[in-house]
């Protein structure tokens, strides 16, 4: 038994199993490499005229690395080094442990896969290394092998090599990337770094706590800070590097990148005269300033498209910032809608408003008077009018405009918020001044036909209608006869053309002529 060679026993034992399936077993040097031996399997076979050559998968390479015993115990010492090349190479490595148990042939075999758990072990353990002064060379130190029967090869034949191979591998065409993704992140899954900085805090923050500073630089609401000087480390399996990895010269700047926890509706409700809205918002809250921030600091962030509303439970506090979206630029009509709402209602609460995410309440907020400029009230009233023309032409959801149009239009959406808002018809009458030859009473009845239309965003908007009315009055201040009061009008046709389709006439007046007479055949006025 003592001059038993167990190192060229298992050898031999391999490149017989790889010869029995064709495998080529090249030997890459006894343990100098980290390797003994490169596997590799043969072409994929395919029948002609049914796949292309160039597409035929590249055939499976693998790293293996053998070690024979007569005593198993499941562990067995291996030189960090030999750890070190498996983990770095892109190919899948394995350790092929063939346990003799005394005899001259192969009694059971195992095959440890080189993967996510062994990667992780031994970058820790390099890490951990690192930070020590005498380290030493990787191949004095030594890392445990372990393998229990979940790795057994279940033949002990080339067939059961492959298997097991095959097994671990799985797609060997996506192996490398996966395996490149393992290398590069793990460790970092729960922190991957921190920072030394010496930075210029905001007059504003000075006089205060710098909790709420460090509240609002995580919530993003400082802009960028000015630093004097700083050092970033990267951080892995929670064990900081031993030298920085990069230093921050003054005049840098740093600004905070947060992300959101949900997206969720917020319900604002103001308790006084029970009026609500409720605004699809992205919800931020601090995070990594537990140990500087209080609870009177915290606060919660809710943004929306032009905006953001910030409300401090602890503190009662509401502060909201709000943007008019630029006129010459283009936007997403439900977007400006929603902003309009917001504004509007900013405009109308007095008192204590209570916020909600689904059921569960946030707390309440005190706005004693609106902080926005009158203009954005004029803004809000333009955009909100013209809803309802969008949804009465059905595109309010695909609508782009630049808000521009729609001061363009002013004059004719005032009429056609009149044309389709029968209440607010009725509190706003159309009057018209016109002349004529012949003479007319007071009272006599009229109707004039009417085709408007309005281009907004990408539509020409057409409405075909008459109004109904009588002559009021003489009109002696515009020099003209008579002056018509519309009492009614009928729509005939409503159509939202595409921005640069023509505009034919005829068929409009023609859709009008047909239903006029409909009208006085019935006598419906």
């Known amino acids: 038994m003592s001059n038993r060679d167990l190192g060229e026993m298992g050898e031999a034992t391999l490149k017989s199993w790889a010869a029995q399936v064709g495998v080529t077993a090249n030997k890459a040097g006894q343990d100098k490499r980290g390797w003994d031996f490169i ?83 031994v970058l820790k353990r390099l890490r951990k290394l690192s930070l020590k002064i005498n380290s030493g060379k990787l191949n004095k130190k030594t890392l445990n092998l372990n393998w229990n029967e979940d790795d ?135 995070s990594g300033v537990e140990e500087v921030a209080k609870e009177n600091h915290l ?72 902080l926005l400029p009158k203009k954005f009230y004029k803004w809000a009233k333009t955009i909100r009018n013209f809803t309802e023309v969008a949804k009465f032409f059905d595109i309010f959801d695909q609508l782009i405009i630049k808000t521009i149009e729609l001061w363009q239009e002013k004059d004719k959406l005032e009429v056609m918020n009149l044309i389709i808002n029968e209440k607010e018809y009725k509190n706003n009458k159309l009057r018209f001044n016109f002349n004529c030859d012949d003479v007319i009473s007071v009272g006599k009845k009229f109707c004039i036909p009417h085709v408007t239309n309005m281009i907004i965003g990408q539509y020409n908007l057409m409405v075909v209608l008459c109004y109904l009315g009588k002559t009021v009055e003489k009109d002696d201040l515009h020099n003209l006869d008579y002056l018509i009061e519309v009492d009614d009008f009928k729509i005939f046709r409503k159509q939202a053309l595409n921005r640069e389709e023509e505009w034919i006439v005829n068929p409009f007046y023609n859709n009008f002529l047909s239903n006029i007479k409909y009208l006085y055949s019935t006598g419906v006025r």
Request: proline share 5%.
């Open 299 to 370: 606060k919660m962030l809710f943004k929306f498209p032009e905006g953001n509303i910030i409300i401090s439970p602890s503190q009662s506090f509401v502060k909201y910032n709000i943007n008019i979206p630029d006129g010459f630029q283009s936007y997403q009509f439900k977007e400006l809608d929603l902003i309009a709402k917001i504004i509007l209602f900013m405009f109308d609460v007095d008192g204590e408003i209570e916020f909600y995410i689904g059921a569960d309440s946030l707390g309440k907020g005190e706005i004693s008077e609106s």
């Open 152 to 286: 057994l090869i279940m033949s002990l034949d080339g067939s059961g090599l492959v298997e097991s191979i095959e097994k671990n591998i799985k797609d060997f065409k996506t192996y490398s990337k996966r395996k490149i993704d393992l290398i590069e992140n793990v460790g970092y899954e729960n922190e991957q770094g921190k920072f030394n900085l010496n930075l210029s805090i905001p007059d504003s923050y000075k006089s205060g706590d710098f909790g709420e500073f460090w509240v609002d630089f995580s919530l993003g609401l400082t802009g960028d800070i000015e630093i004097n000087s700083g050092e970033i480390w990267d951080m892995r399996f929670g064990i900081t590097a031993p030298t920085p990895e990069k230093s921050i010269d003054a005049g840098s700047t740093i600004k905070a990148n947060p992300q959101p926890i949900l997206e969720d509706i917020l319900l604002m409700r103001e308790n006084k005269n029970g009026k609500e809205i409720r605004i699809p918002v992205k919800v931020f809250v601090p």
């Open 39 to 121: 596997l590799e399997f043969p072409n994929q076979q395919f029948e002609p005229n049914t796949s292309s050559y160039d597409k035929v998968i590249k055939p499976i390479q693998c790293f293996v690395q053998v070690k024979a015993t007569d005593n198993n115990t499941g562990s067995l010492a291996i030189k960090l080094s030999n750890w070190v090349r498996l983990v770095n190479t892109e190919l899948p490595a394995f350790f092929l442990v063939l346990d003799f148990d005394g005899e001259n042939d192969c009694q059971k075999a195992y095959l440890i896969h080189i993967y996510e758990n062994e990667i992780r072990k």
